[in-house]
Each structure stands twice: as C-alpha cells, then as structure tokens.
C-alpha cells in the first residue's frame, strides 16, 4: 500500500497557520453554501466545524487546504476554522486529519466579502493511519493526539499533555505524573514513587536523555522545578525495551519540552495567590542572606582562619559571617509569577525553522505549624512519658523559581530534523521553623530541672515545664541547572533512519549557610544551648553529566523495524560539606518569648567575638567542625538491538537485547583530599572494572479489533545504588540523619505487565493493567536502633514481590455542539485507580537484630485513587471550564524499623486531596484562570507504634498506679509528626497576541 505523508501543524494558542496535505479519496459532503456580504474585505473568508462523524466530538488540528494553492488552516480545540483573505474563484478543498478519511469537496465558490460556511464530520480509516508517515509536527499537547499515539504504540506508555495540564490546573511535572495511575508522592520525600517502587527505581528524561539529580539523597531530579510552561507532554513508560530500559524498574519519565507549532507566538502571563493559612498573620519570615531572585550569598569563613579541623576561630580574627542568623520579616507575603513566550517560523526555500523561547519566574509562600517527636528508650511516667524529643512550632516555606527555555528546531527537504534545546532552571527553596518542647538531651537522668552547668536546681525549686527547649532552623536549597541538547534524525533512504544525539548537563546545587541555633529554658530564663551545638552548615553538589546517543533503524517491511544502537553516559560528581560551631556564654537569660524574639545576632557578631579574649560576657566562639566530602566517577556504555515485527495485521512483536556496561567508584574523604574509603561498583569490588548487565525484552501487540488491544510485556533491570547510598557521609535533617553503608547492593528486577484497552472513540477508553515484578536485593533504608534518629541505606531482603492492578476510565457524559448557535457543551469525567500487593521478609542481622518478619515495600500504598470531573462551554467567541479534581492515598509504610524504640517502623497516613480550577477564554487573545487547590486540608500524619521495652515499660507504670487511667493502649499507634498545608487559591491572566 502506498505511504502517505501528512504534515500536521497545529495548536489552541497560535492565531493563524498553514498546512498542506497529500490526500486520500474521501466521502462526499454538501458544497459550502454562501451568506450575506459583509462588507468590502480583500478577499472571502471561509469557515465552519470539523467533528467526529461517530462521536459527533470537535477535531482539534484537522487541516483544511483550497487545492493547488497554499493557502489553508486548521481547526482549534473547538473544532472551528475561519480562513481570511481568499481571492475570488472556484476551488476545492481539502480536509485532512492524522487517522481519518480525507475528504475533497469540489466546486467551492468564494466571493469576496462574502463568507462561505463549511460544516462537516470526518471518520475514522485505521487503514491509512497504518501507512501514516508523520514528517512535521503532529499536535502532542492535545489529550486526543496524545491518546491517538497511545493506541498505536507496540509498548504501553502513558501521556498527558500540555492541554490536559491546563485543564486540570496542574503547576508542574511531579503533580502531573500523580495523575497516571499507580503513581503517588510520599510527603517528605522529593520525588514519586510507581507501583510502590522508590526514587532510586525510577528515571528521569529531558526529550529522551537522563538528567542529573539537584540532591544527593535522590537519584533523580526533584520534578516539581519543571514548571508546565515549558512541557509539551509527559510520557510514563512502565513497561520497558532495550532502547527505553536498563537502570529502572518503576517507571521512565520523559519530559518532553515544548516547540513552536504555528508560524508565530506571542503571549505574557501572570498571576498572584496565597494560602489561607497565611491570612491575617502579621509576619513571616525568610532566610537572610538571599535575595529576591532566590540567589543565596554563599560566602564562608576561610579555612585559614582556623589552626587545623576541630579548632576555635584565631585571636584577633574580625567577625567572618556575611549573611545574619536573625531571619527577615516579609509583611503580607503574596504568591506571584510571571510568564513570557515566543516563537517564530521562517521558511527558508526547502529549510524550515522554528524558533521557540519560553521564560517564567515565581515566588511562593505557604505556612504550617508542626509537630516533631520521636520515642524514647523506656516511658517515664509523668516526666517525658513516651518521648525522647516533643516539640512544636511554625514553619515558613518560600519557593522562587526562574526557568528559560530556548528551542531551535530545523526541518530539511521533510526528511531531516536537527533541534537543540537549551533549558536553564534556577530553584531556591528556602524555611525558617522554630520548634519548641521537650528534647531530652538536657535530662538524660529523667530530671527536668538543670542549670547551665548541669547541676540539679536546689531543692525546693519549682521544676521547668517540660517545653524547655527551642531549635531555631534556617535553610535555603540554592540549585542552578543548564542543560543542553543536540539531537538529529537523518533519513539516509526511504526504510533507513540514523539517529544522532548529544547532551550536556552542569548541575550546581547549593545549601548555603544552613543555620541551627538551640535554646534552652533554665531557671535564669531562656538561654543559647550549652550542651548542643549550634552551628553553620555550607554544602555544594557539583555534576557534570555527559550524555551520547547513536542508532540506526532499517524499516525492512510495513511497520517492521530492525534498530542497532548505542548510548553513553559519563558522570563526575562531587559532594562536600563543612560545618561551624557557634559557641557562647551570657550572664543572664531572656524572658518567657525569647526563643522567639531573640536576635541572634547580639549573641554573634565581631564585638563577642573579641569579648572572647577578655571573657567579658557575652563573649561569643567559633570553631572549625568536620570538612566532609564524597566523590564519585560515573560511566555506562550501552549497546542494544530491538527488532519489531508485524506478523499478521493484528499482531506485532518486540524483542530485544540490551547489554550495559557499568564503571563506578565512591570515594569519602574527612578533614583531607585523601579518601578515607572507596567503594567499586564492577566485576570486582576492590577494582575499577567494568559490570555488565544483560537485559532481554519482550513485547507483543495484539488488536482484537479496531477498537479492543492486547498489550504484553516482560522483561529484565535493575537498580544501581546512589552515590550517597554507599558513601558513609552523614546528614543531619529536622527529624532524621541519613547515613550511607559500603555494603549496599545494586537490586536486579524482572517485569511482567498485561495491559487491556478499549477505546470507545478518540476521547474515550477504558483500560485495565495486570502487573507483577520480582526484586532481588532491594534497596531501601532502615530506622536504626537509638534516640539520633538515623536512617540507614540498605538491602533489608533478599527479595520482593510485587503485583498490582490499575484501572483508567475516560469518559464523556455529555457532549453536544449547535450549528446554528456554534454552541458547545461537554461534560467528562476521568478515573484512575490501583490496587497493590507488595511482600518481602524483612532480614534485620546485619543491623543486631536476630528476628525476621514479613513487610511491604517502603512507600507502597495498597490503594490510590484520582478523579476529575471537567465541564466546558464555548460558544463563537469565548469558552469557560471548570474542573474538579479529587485524589487519595491509603496508609503506606515510610520506612522499615529496627529495634528499640524504632522496631515497628513508621506509617504514613493516607490523606484525600480535593482541588478547584476555573477557566475563561475571552475570544482568541484574553483568558483568566482560578485555582483552588487543598480544600480538605487534610492532616499530612506519620505514626509509629512504640517498641516492645516502651510498651513493658508503660503497662508497668499504670499497673503501679491504678488511680491514673492509662490514656491509650500500650501498642497504640502515636502521632510522631503532623502538619497541615492549607488551602491555597491563585487567579492568572493571560494575552495573546
């Protein structure tokens, strides 16, 4: 059968543009009919609907082209055309739409001033769709277009689109993501977890190459920082091939960011917002040092000054912070952003290029008051009861971002394609929390009452509340990120394609002068903590990620394909982090609000610094803490082969074979350049070799019909460790320090999905998935034994299982379109689901604990829910939608415990989220948009149950005293930490010209 070309270029927010098609013999369809003059015009105008002839549904992109001339347009997302400017004459015109039948109707008179209207349906022809060849831009914003590439697809992978974004009022890629069933987000943790399989499972793409991590506790990028105005479409593959597999198990993420679809753009944005919890507060605070942009001073004392690591500040040293420790007050903070794109194409005689530039920057604030504990070794009775620390306080989060995205993108003779991409995302996230409560540091032998030199008060004194100590803390998350990309596609004959590609990523990540300041209450008042450090922390990631692609694709029969090719990866990476002590010594304590009014930089400047020399009070220290580094050298050269093959015209297979060749090494080093410990990730552990890993695929499509398809999948990964997750380097969190261990293994995964769908019509489908894998040495972290709350990197089994169903339901309620009135009405719903089972037998010995006990996968919640509800209405000139948007997660495991007060682990309690969006189109160029998201505000709540001496220990307590009644079970679950977002609401504005 012969193959067609169809050039597709269309999208909602360009205003005019041109496209051509090669057609198809079509149906017939009633001569456009003339209307009444309207006035001397240059030319006549053309215009009408294009619909689903089944579904009677608006076909956004469809083109329309007067035969023998280059004049034409497209329909918008209504389904409606006008073509201006037509010279007087008889033509025919072309309607054409990527799966239908194209449709000619001759002897179409145009008049000038006159206009002529055109309304007709188009009908589906799967036939010519299977000889389809896409060599222009096809609409991969639109949720149809998108759903169109998803039916045809040999591997199941899902996609939402630009479009869908802004329907649903979504901010960015980790809140998009969330809506492909089986993905969730674990709060407290950067990035989303898929079939209840973590971070480290999971990869990361920009336009199908990797990208580097802005943290060094996560393997991948945080996703929330790619902001939905520089995203075309995100793809979520979780089944995998050998050109899309290798160090993933959960899911592989792409990006796809956006490109010029029309001839011209222009459009600006902004917007302004809060969050409730915020009104009617009289201040909030910031870190000082950063300014409005984000950008953080990251100036530092100089190693210098200091006589060695461990050693106070040199005598007659001036003061050497820039930045204050006092934080900023910002009256009546208000979310804001601002947005700009543009684009331009330029048809230069066989050579078409599309320029494309989108630019944003954001500011955003959101309050909470938290609760932080953590249990103690035995319950104390009326003193400390259950906990070793029980603290409370307001924590004030700001968020700035700037991102620039630059496209150029060059098509040649239809058959080449070379686009670079330049992204430069720059993210500040910034708190300032004040906990107050119990800290039982300050009374390891079950007292209450101390004095700064630690004796007990004299007898008789009143004994101090138990809120007795407060920790102030300061920290700002300063990351750049530039990215580019040099990607080709050559078609050297009609069945032979070469793929050539290049990436570039240089990753700074900054968390500049992280402030930790402690009080304590003693019976002179509130005081600076003498017996826990205060100190200043300075870190900086640095990456630079290299990336290389080559492949060669043989089409050897229709939609049969042969494709050899290779990638390479080569990362350096380097972690360091150095911390100051902040000693000092006052005569006399602050009042009952001190810990809060307090500055903190009467205690810490150049003057107690020199008091230091005369022991005048207060006199004020510095000393120079551990300077603490990891480095690590990264290479993966990847060789594959996938083959597919049409055997029948219902059934094609995939096979594949992917060969990975892995060099790794981590090196530690503490207060030197010379490495304390390196780890090896190869054939031997104690050399820098090479580790291969051999990866089979297999995929099978099978269509039952036009409309009902058969998806199976099976295949072999795996998962590397982090960088951090074998280094020994410790950091130190609000309510938890993470620490590495050398001997963390990489997790070998075997995949196995089943995937049934069924499209109703190009909007509509219902689609069910069976899934199962099969972990050996998975990775995760346990809760250690002790009061330091350490959570450590490891393979707690020897395997797991997981299996899984989802569901997704799209559907359309109503839909109904007017001719004479040009009205539209639509209602549809989306539901997405899953259920998971996942087992593994929880081996603690390498931890000191000789028991074991079956357990889930940390973070996989049994159930997820997500729901939208969205109602639109247009009419000739304007359309409104409103969306409503509901999701739910159950109860999940947050991570595993040992023994002690941590042995049950920790649960984090499913939550329900329910969100508003609103928006208007005010004919081609004005549009407003509202958003309320959060609406339940629901608590975000981890609970632990206490250990098995805890539990002795309370059952005694009360058994010793029947007259107080125990306030709950001794193996009730306790509340360990606990805040609540708010409900925030945004309103934005928008102009196209």
């Known amino acids: 059968m012969k193959a067609y070309r169809i050039t597709l270029l269309a999208i909602m927010t360009c205003s005019t543009a041109v496209a051509t098609a090669v057609p198809t013999l079509g149906s017939k369809h009633p001569i456009p009919t003339l209307t009444e003059p309207e006035g001397e015009t240059a030319g006549g105008i053309l215009h009408g609907v294009i619909t689903d002839g089944t579904t009677k549904e608006p076909l956004m992109g469809a083109t329309i082209r007067l035969e023998g001339t280059s004049i034409g347009g497209y329909t918008d997302m209504d389904g409606k055309f006008t073509i201006t400017g037509i010279p007087k004459g008889v033509y025919t015109v072309v309607i054409s739409y990527v799966s239908y039948k194209t449709e000619r109707i001759p002897n179409a008179v145009i008049e000038p001033g006159q206009r002529a209207t055109l309304d007709f349906t188009l009908h589906p022809d799967d036939e010519v769709l299977e000889e389809v060849v896409v060599t222009a831009k096809a609409n991969r914003e639109s949720e149809n277009m998108l759903l169109l590439e998803q039916k045809r697809a040999l591997i199941a992978i899902e996609a939402i689109g630009a479009m869908e974004l802004d329907r649903k009022g979504i901010s960015n890629a980790e809140a998009a993501v969330q809506q492909v069933s089986g993905i969730s987000k674990q709060e407290g943790v950067k990035n989303v977890f898929v079939r209840g399989l973590?971070?480290?499972?999971?990869?990361?793409?920009?336009?199908?190459?990797?990208?580097?991590?802005?943290?060094?506790?996560?393997?991948?990028?945080?996703?929330?920082?790619?902001?939905?105005?520089?995203?075309?479409?995100?793809?979520?593959?979780?089944?995998?091939?050998?050109?899309?597999?290798?160090?993933?198990?959960?899911?592989?993420?792409?990006?796809?960011?956006?490109?010029?679809?029309?001839?011209?753009?222009?459009?600006?944005?902004?917007?302004?917002?809060?969050?409730?919890?915020?009104?009617?507060?009289?201040?909030?605070?910031?870190?000082?040092?950063?300014?409005?942009?984000?950008?953080?001073?990251?100036?530092?004392?100089?190693?210098?000054?200091?006589?060695?690591?461990?050693?106070?500040?040199?005598?007659?040293?001036?003061?050497?912070?820039?930045?204050?420790?006092?934080?900023?007050?910002?009256?009546?903070?208000?979310?804001?952003?601002?947005?700009?794109?543009?684009?331009?194409?330029?048809?230069?005689?066989?050579?078409?290029?599309?320029?494309?530039?989108?630019?944003?920057?954001e500011v955003g604030y959101s309050y909470s008051n938290r609760i932080s504990r953590s249990f103690s070794t035995v319950f104390n009775g009326g003193t400390t009861g259950l906990w070793y620390t029980n603290q409370e306080g307001p924590m004030y989060d700001t968020d700035v971002r700037q991102l620039l995205l630059g496209d150029a993108s060059m098509r040649i003779l239809d058959k080449h394609t070379i686009r670079y991409t330049g992204l430069f995302i720059h993210s500040s996230k910034q708190f300032v929390t004040t906990l107050v409560g119990q800290h039982s540091e300050h009374n390891q032998d079950g007292s209450t009452m101390r004095q700064p030199d630690g004796d007990l008060l004299p007898e008789g004194s009143v004994p101090m509340e138990l809120n007795h100590i407060s920790l102030t803390r300061q920290q700002n998350n300063d990351n750049r990120l530039l990215i580019n990309q040099l990607d080709t596609d050559w078609q050297l004959t009609d069945g032979l394609?070469?793929?050539?590609?290049?990436?570039?990523?240089?990753?700074?990540?900054?968390?500049?002068?992280?402030?930790?300041?402690?009080?304590?209450?003693?019976?002179?008042?509130?005081?600076?903590d003498w017996s826990i450090s205060n100190d200043r922390f300075f870190s900086h990631l640095r990456e630079n990620d290299y990336n290389v692609k080559a492949s060669v694709e043989w089409k050897f029969a229709p939609e049969s394909f042969l494709t050899l090719g290779y990638k390479g990866r080569f990362i350096d990476h380097k972690f360091n982090s150095?911390?100051?002590?902040?000693l000092t010594t006052v005569s006399e304590g602050l009042d009952a609000k001190g810990y809060r009014e307090l500055d903190w930089d009467r205690i810490y400047n150049a003057e107690t610094l020199q008091n230091r020399d005369t022991h005048e009070t207060p006199f004020s220290n510095i000393m120079l803490n551990n300077d603490e580094w990891y480095q690590a050298i990264k290479q993966t050269h990847v060789g594959y082969l996938d083959a597919v093959w049409k055997l029948t015209d219902a059934l094609t297979l995939q096979g594949g074979l992917r060969v990975d060749l892995l060099r790794q090494r981590v090196s530690t080093g503490i207060n030197s350049d010379t490495p304390t410990s390196t780890i090896y990730a190869g054939t031997d552990p104690d050399k820098y070799s090479m580790k291969p890993f051999v990866l089979p695929s297999f995929n099978i499509r099978y269509d039952i019909n036009d409309q009902h398809t058969l998806r199976l999948s099976a295949s072999k990964s795996y998962s590397m460790p982090r960088f951090k997750e074998v280094s020994t380097y410790k950091y130190v969190n609000i309510d938890f320090t993470s620490c590495g261990w050398s001997k963390v293994r990489y997790s070998e995964l075997y995949n196995a999905d089943l995937k049934y769908d069924w499209y109703f019509s190009p909007s509509e489908l219902f689609t069910v998935t069976a899934f199962y894998k099969h972990i050996k040495d998975p990775l995760s972290r346990v809760f250690l034994a002790g009061t330091a709350g350490i959570l450590q990197y490891a393979n707690p089994a020897d395997k797991a299982e997981v299996a899984g169903v989802e569901l997704e339901l799209r559907k359309d309620l109503l839909n109904t379109y007017s001719i004479a009135t040009e009205q539209r009405h639509k209602l549809s719903i989306g539901l997405r689901g899953s259920y998971l089972y996942s087992d593994m037998m929880l081996d603690l010995e390498p931890f000191g604990v000789i028991k074991s006990e079956r357990t889930e996968l940390e973070g996989a919640s049994p159930w997820l829910a997500n729901a939208d509800l969205t109602y639109s209405y247009s009419n000739a000139r304007n359309s409104y939608t409103g969306t409503i948007l509901f999701d739910y997660f159950s109860d999940r495991l947050y991570t595993y415990g040992t023994v002690g007060q941590n042995e049950n682990g920790i649960i984090e309690k499913g939550i329900a989220k329910l969100n508003l969006v609103g928006e208007a189109n005010f004919g081609k160029h004005f549009s407003v948009k509202m958003k309320v998201n959060n609406l339940l505000n629901s608590p975000i709540r981890k609970v632990e149950v206490p250990g098995e001496v805890l539990q002795k220990t309370y059952t005694e307590y009360y058994n010793a005293h029947p007259e107080l009644a125990a306030p709950h079970e001794p193996d009730a679950p306790q509340i360990i930490s606990e805040y609540r977002k708010g409900v925030s609401f945004s309103i934005s504005v928008g102009y196209k010209f």
């Open 198 to 361: 973590a971070d480290r499972y999971n990869s990361t793409y920009l336009n199908g190459f990797p990208i580097p991590s802005d943290d060094p506790e996560y393997k991948n990028i945080s996703l929330d920082i790619f902001d939905t105005d520089m995203i075309q479409n995100i793809g979520v593959s979780k089944a995998f091939s050998s050109s899309r597999g290798g160090d993933v198990g959960g899911a592989a993420i792409d990006i796809k960011s956006k490109q010029l679809q029309c001839d011209h753009l222009l459009s600006i944005g902004a917007g302004v917002g809060g969050n409730a919890t915020l009104l009617g507060r009289d201040n909030f605070y910031r870190q000082d040092g950063v300014n409005y942009i984000g950008f953080a001073n990251r100036t530092q004392p100089g190693r210098s000054l200091f006589p060695g690591y461990g050693s106070e500040i040199q005598s007659g040293t001036d003061y050497p912070f820039v930045n204050k420790l006092q934080p900023v007050k910002v009256q009546a903070p208000v979310d804001h952003n601002l947005n700009l794109s543009l684009g331009k194409r330029l048809d230069l005689d066989g050579v078409v290029l599309d320029l494309l530039l989108v630019g944003r920057h």
């Open 578 to 582: 150095i911390a100051y002590n902040l």
């Open 497 to 528: 394609t070469l793929n050539v590609g290049a990436a570039a990523n240089i990753l700074q990540a900054y968390e500049p002068d992280h402030r930790r300041l402690y009080m304590v209450l003693t019976d002179k008042g509130w005081i600076p």
